[in-house]
């Protein structure tokens, strides 16, 4: 057996003794347990600090293991999932009995996603069934994006780690509500309301940056221990120098490099067009906090793309503290 084949099965065999496993995926590394075991769906909550009430996503390995998990696979449901996945795309649906109230946090609606990470897909293969998992940070913390960042914070709680390198695409995945008509998006992400407006042949709800819908979203979220400020890039500089000089430990990080920055002020970039930005958001993120910073300055890229859901994530950070 290989390295790799030895730590996933090492990583089935904890799932199923109800124990949690953190692994990668294409967005972000998240913190598994056995979907269908309430017990193991707790220790989830425990580990992160999280609130019962904020339901998880459940991953599956493909689009033909949803069917157990909802009341109904709909057409719209799935002309989406043969669109999307495996990809970033959280299909929120009504709930079959199958799944525990621990799960969904006691709705009628689970969230389900076929993650697009090799890793991922081996882990949920070896395993046999969902994996519900969260971001696999600490609650009101940002995501992580490396195995690193995941032993940093949650270390102790988890039973084997998957080290899958640093994620793609960075920020976590569109959840899109299949309940509502149209169908709404709850967060921005990778996948666009237009590309899921496309499939559908129909309009989408994208309520991108207007009130958090979703449970669990808090303004607070996705924040790293240094202030954001969210600034246009004329006025980066400017506002770099006058935080400076009242003596802050200031970082930056904007799409394109900032002239005129004094000497001390930590660069966290440039991180270049919108899916470079969010690759490495929750890096600089928590960069920013390693080196000390109490503000960091950010220059939002277009709000084009995944740039909408990199502003969405900016905008939380920066309302949070
Ligand atoms: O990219 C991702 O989605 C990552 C990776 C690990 O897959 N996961 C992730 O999970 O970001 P989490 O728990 O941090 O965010 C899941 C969000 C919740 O905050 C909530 O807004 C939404 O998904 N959600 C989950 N179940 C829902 C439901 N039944 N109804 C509405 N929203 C739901
Ligand atoms: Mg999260």
Redesign the pocket.
Same mark, same amino acid.
């Given at each position: 057996m290989g390295c790799e084949e030895a730590a996933v099965a090492a990583g089935a065999d904890a799932l199923a003794a109800g124990r949690l496993v953190a692994?990668p995926? $294409?967005?972000?590394?998240?913190?598994?347990a056995n979907a269908l075991d309430a017990g193991a769906v707790g220790r989830v909550f425990a580990a992160k600090g999280?609130p019962t009430d904020?339901?998880? +996503?459940c991953?599956v390995v493909s689009a033909g293991a949803l069917a157990p998990l909802v009341a109904d696979v709909t057409p719209v449901a799935q002309a989406l999932a043969a669109a999307f996945w495996p990809g970033?795309l959280?299909l929120?649906m009504p709930?079959s009995a199958a799944v525990p109230d621990a799960?969904?946090?006691g709705?009628d609606?689970?969230?389900v996603?076929v993650?697009a990470h090799p890793l991922?897909l081996a882990l949920l293969r070896a395993f046999g069934g969902p994996v519900a998992?969260?971001?696999?940070?600490r609650f009101g913390r940002p995501?992580p994006t490396t195995a690193t960042d995941v032993a940093d914070e949650l270390g102790e709680a988890v039973a084997v780690i998957l080290d899958g390198g640093p994620c793609e +695409?960075g +920020? $976590?995945?569109t959840?899109l509500?299949l309940?509502t008509d149209p169908p709404q998006v709850?967060?921005p992400?990778r996948i666009s309301a237009e590309q899921v407006a496309q499939v559908i042949g129909g309009p989408v709800d994208a309520e991108a940056s207007g009130p958090?819908?979703?449970?669990?979203?808090l303004e607070s979220?996705y924040a790293p221990g240094a202030r954001v400020e969210v600034v246009a890039a004329e006025q980066a500089a400017a506002r770099a120098t006058a935080l400076h000089a009242e003596g802050m430990r200031v970082a930056v990080l904007a799409p394109d490099p900032v002239d005129a920055l004094p000497q001390g002020v930590l660069v966290l970039g440039p991180v270049g067009g919108a899916d470079d930005y969010a690759a490495r958001l929750y890096a600089a993120f928590r960069r920013a906090d390693a080196e000390g910073a109490g503000v960091i300055v950010a220059i939002p890229p277009p709000a084009e793309g995944i740039g909408v859901a990199v502003r969405d994530r900016l905008q939380r950070a920066s309302a949070g503290r």
């Open positions: 692994f995926t $294409e967005t972000v590394y998240g913190l598994g999280r904020h339901p998880l +996503i991953h970033p959280t929120v709930r799960v969904t946090g709705r609606t689970v969230a996603r993650p991922a998992a969260p971001s696999a940070n995501s +695409i +920020i $976590e995945s959840v509500d309940t709850l967060r992400g958090a819908r979703a449970p669990g979203m979220h």
